[in-house]
């Protein structure tokens, strides 16, 4: 058998939400099913440790899509051409995109569609290439998979899809991440915040996430309690950062608030979240939520929103709050800062709750699901 898969966004140092799900899961599957040859296609040069086994067999097509424009000549006359050359079984296509001008059985990996919901976070180009063709790719794959009953939930609703086509697939972590000792912590918080207590943002840095109102919460929760507790973001700088931007340079606690960009070490991330009192991830919108799980991994307590798949994923082992409420935001900060017993209790039940999400599970599921759409 022969599947065919696109590994666009299998990028050296570039791993991002959707990248590291295709890794995660392709790294597994092509060793564990080496009866089968999987064709991994690319938009430009690989680097080789992307080539996870013998039966992997890489082609690269152009032209490097990374532009609506792009996306549609790659997707739908790239693609098709190497269909016609390979034949293969089944495409599989992590991120959303497939062929449209295509036969072959394609199953669509469909994370959300934040953007039916929150067009604001994207570029106007990328937001009518969304509107226009997600539909369609929903529509056209024989299978969907998604990341949550949530966005489950919301491809039915909102493109009217069959509920019998789509499968939950839940997110795993990165399983290298754990509890530190409190020596290791220490020496983290003199590194990045001068020995003082943190809070922690891991993710991008763009409107859906809702940094504003988290930095404008913080701001108000340093105000009411005159804490010296800080609060670090790491996440590269998306689409819209110029409103940020302004928003800290208006609030009184901006020397207090540190940019860290993307750190690409995943040890270093995890000592950060480690050293940290709580993550707060208090996105307005989200498919399932990584950093959440990691937290819990690495026995830090986690802040984060009452809304979209949020409480479907970390269960009672997080302290919920309105994302458009600042007042509730800046309430669970002083809460937590404030409660250690409070913060133990949700650290316990985030390492019950983080086993039930691996990315071995994720990959058993995918396959399943592979399996399935073939012999159909």
Same mark, same amino acid.
């Given at each position: 058998?022969?599947?065919?898969?696109?590994?666009? %966004?299998?990028?050296?140092?570039?791993?991002?939400?959707?990248?590291?799900?295709?890794?995660?899961?392709?790294?597994?599957?092509?060793?564990?099913? *080496?009866?089968?040859?999987? /064709?991994?296609?690319?938009?430009?040069?690989?680097?080789?440790?992307?080539?996870?086994?013998?039966?992997?067999?890489?082609?690269?097509?152009?032209?490097?899509?990374?532009? *609506?424009?792009?996306?549609?000549?790659?997707?739908?006359?790239?693609?098709?051409?190497?269909?016609?050359?390979?034949?293969?079984? %089944?495409?599989?296509?992590?991120?959303?995109?497939?062929?449209?001008?295509?036969?072959? =059985?394609?199953?669509?990996?469909?994370? !959300?569609?934040?953007?039916?919901?929150?067009?604001?976070?994207?570029?106007?180009?990328?937001?009518?290439?969304?509107?226009?063709? /997600? *539909? =369609?790719?929903?529509?056209?794959?024989?299978?969907?998979?998604?990341?949550?009953?949530?966005?489950?939930?919301?491809?039915?609703?909102?493109?009217?899809? #069959?509920?019998?086509?789509? =499968?939950?697939?839940?997110?795993?972590?990165?399983?290298?991440?754990?509890?530190?000792?409190?020596?290791?912590?220490?020496?983290?918080?003199?590194?990045?915040?001068?020995?003082?207590?943190?809070?922690? /943002?891991?993710?991008?840095?763009?409107?859906?996430?809702?940094?504003?109102?988290?930095?404008?919460?913080?701001?108000?929760?340093?105000?009411?309690?005159?804490?010296?507790?800080?609060?670090?973001?790491?996440?590269?700088?998306?689409?819209?950062?110029?409103?940020?931007?302004? @928003?800290?340079?208006?609030?009184?606690?901006?020397?207090?608030?540190?940019?860290?960009?993307?750190? #690409? !070490?995943?040890?270093?991330?995890?000592?950060?979240?480690?050293?940290?009192?709580?993550?707060?991830?208090?996105?307005?919108?989200?498919?399932?939520?990584?950093?959440?799980?990691?937290?819990?991994?690495?026995?830090?307590?986690?802040?984060?929103?009452?809304?979209?798949?949020?409480?479907?994923?970390?269960?009672?082992? @997080?302290?919920?709050?309105?994302?458009?409420?600042?007042?509730?935001?800046?309430?669970?900060?002083?809460?937590?800062?404030?409660?250690?017993?409070?913060?133990?209790?949700?650290?316990?039940?985030?390492?019950?709750?983080?086993?039930?999400?691996?990315?071995?599970?994720?990959? !058993?599921?995918?396959? #399943?699901?592979?399996?399935?759409?073939?012999?159909?």
């Amino acid at each position: 058998m022969k599947i065919a898969v696109n590994t666009r %966004l299998l990028l050296k140092n570039k791993l991002e939400g959707v990248g590291w799900f295709t890794y995660e899961t392709l790294k597994r599957m092509t060793v564990q099913h *080496p009866d089968y040859k999987f /064709y991994f296609i690319f938009d430009r040069s690989y680097n080789q440790e992307f080539i996870f086994s013998k039966n992997i067999i890489p082609v690269v097509i152009g032209p490097p899509s990374r532009h *609506p424009v792009l996306w549609y000549i790659w997707f739908n006359w790239s693609l098709a051409s190497v269909f016609k050359r390979i034949k293969p079984d %089944l495409f599989l296509s992590p991120e959303g995109y497939i062929c449209l001008n295509t036969n072959v =059985k394609t199953i669509n990996v469909m994370h !959300d569609i934040a953007y039916e919901h929150y067009p604001e976070s994207i570029p106007t180009l990328v937001k009518a290439y969304y509107k226009y063709y /997600y *539909p =369609k790719f929903a529509r056209k794959a024989n299978r969907i998979a998604t990341v949550s009953e949530f966005s489950k939930n919301d491809l039915v609703k909102t493109y009217q899809i #069959e509920p019998d086509k789509i =499968k939950v697939i839940y997110n795993g972590c990165n399983e290298s991440f754990r509890t530190l000792n409190e020596v290791e912590n220490e020496i983290t918080r003199q590194k990045w915040s001068g020995g003082k207590p943190y809070y922690i /943002y891991v993710g991008g840095i763009n409107p859906r996430k809702n940094i504003n109102n988290l930095l404008l919460a913080f701001d108000k929760f340093k105000t009411d309690s005159q804490s010296d507790i800080k609060l670090l973001l790491v996440g590269k700088k998306g689409f819209g950062f110029e409103e940020t931007e302004k @928003a800290l340079n208006h609030l009184k606690s901006k020397y207090d608030i540190k940019f860290l960009g993307r750190i #690409e !070490d995943s040890y270093e991330v995890n000592k950060l979240i480690s050293a940290s009192i709580a993550m707060t991830y208090v996105s307005v919108f989200e498919g399932f939520g990584i950093p959440c799980l990691e937290a819990m991994r690495c026995g830090t307590a986690v802040i984060t929103s009452n809304t979209s798949s949020m409480p479907e994923v970390c269960g009672d082992a @997080a302290l919920y709050v309105d994302p458009l409420s600042i007042e509730s935001i800046s309430g669970a900060l002083k809460t937590l800062s404030a409660n250690a017993e409070l913060r133990q209790s949700l650290v316990e039940k985030g390492a019950v709750q983080s086993q039930k999400f691996s990315w071995q599970k994720t990959t !058993d599921l995918l396959w #399943e699901m592979i399996e399935e759409c073939i012999n159909e």
